[in-house]
Every structure is written in C-alpha cells, then in structure tokens.
C-alpha cells in the first residue's frame, strides 16, 4: 500500500473491496458452519444492494420493481392478486401503487363487470421499464455467479428450490402442529 501522499497504480486502485467490511471473513472463517439461513439472507441483501443501485440510476424504488416484475409477466391483475403475488400486504401494495401511478408507470381501474375490483394495468412508460431495467437484474446476477462452474449452480438451484418447497410445507403444516403460520414465530435476524 503506497504511502500517505503518494499515488496508487493502477492495478492497485482497481482491487474491489469488501462493501462491509469482514463479511466474506465472518462467513470463509468465523462461522464456516453457520446455518443456511444466514447465508441465504446474506446473499439476498447482496443480490438486493446491488440492484438497488442500479435501479437508483433511473429513480425506481426497489419495492416498485417487484410490482412491475409481476406486472410485466400478467397485466391487468387485481390488487388482491398482485399483493398475493408479491408476497406483501395489501395496504402495502396499495401505497406503492399509488406512488407508481403518480409516477405514471401503471393506472388502476374499476371495471364495468365489478365496480369493487380494482385492475392494474401499465402505462406504455411503466411497460418501457422493462427493456431498461430487466438487464440490471440480469447483470447482478451474472455478476453473483461469475467464477462459478454450471453444475455448482445447477446444485444451487435445486437445492435452493428443495429448501423452498420444505418450507412451504412447513408453513402448511404449521397450524396443524399448534404452530401460527401467519406472523412466524422466529424473527428474520434470529434464524
């Protein structure tokens, strides 16, 4: 490392960084044992910061992209089934796509057949995100991947979709097991 005053290469100025500090340490040393729990929620707030960043870049919010995700793939759902979809609640879904509205990306709107229904449809700006801000998401992950051998990430993806379908189950069973399926009964941080 130069010292104070003199100027770095630059080979050394192009050295990524850890973004917080000690944190591939912790998991390659500290806790190599820790549980799955942890790691995933690790990669995910990875995954997260880094198309949040991206996303920034043209002032979405990331809670926004989830919405237009869905919607891109299934215009014109309800708002009960986009907040089904999404995983969030629905007064959340209705204050996020009010925000959307009054930024013009989608409208909502009560049809003929049932006045008490609310649709969402995009606008043609909220349909143009998509060729904008799906090739973000598609480099953070070939960003998260690189270095990887295919059949690691094949082994990653199955066992990443069977830990989804067990805990799926679990949730189902829950109630069954005098366990409350809905609020969980462990907080995200205590996994």
Do not use: C
Request: glycine letters at 6%; aromatic letters at 6%; charged letters at 25%.
């Amino acid at each position: 490392m130069p010292e104070t005053g003199e100027r770095m290469n630059k080979s050394e100025q192009k050295i990524p960084r850890d973004p917080q500090p000690g944190t591939l340490k912790h998991w390659r040393e500290a806790l190599p044992e820790e549980r799955m729990a942890h790691l995933v929620k690790d990669a995910a707030r990875g995954f997260s910061r880094s198309l949040q960043a991206r996303l920034r870049e043209h002032s979405v919010l990331y809670g926004h992209w989830t919405f237009l995700r869905i919607l891109w793939q299934t215009d014109g759902l309800t708002q009960r089934q986009l907040s089904e979809q999404a995983g969030v609640a629905e007064p959340t879904t209705f204050s996020a796509l009010k925000t959307m509205e009054s930024l013009g990306y989608l409208t909502r709107q009560k049809l003929p057949d049932n006045r008490k229904q609310v649709r969402v449809f995009l606008t043609p700006k909220g349909v143009a995100l998509r060729s904008v801000l799906v090739p973000y998401a598609i480099d953070v992950n070939r960003i998260a991947l690189a270095g990887i051998a295919p059949e690691d990430i094949s082994a990653t993806r199955r066992t990443l979709l069977a830990m989804i379908e067990n805990l799926s189950a679990d949730q189902i069973a829950a109630p069954k097991n005098g366990r409350d399926s809905a609020n969980g009964d462990a907080n995200e941080d205590s996994l």
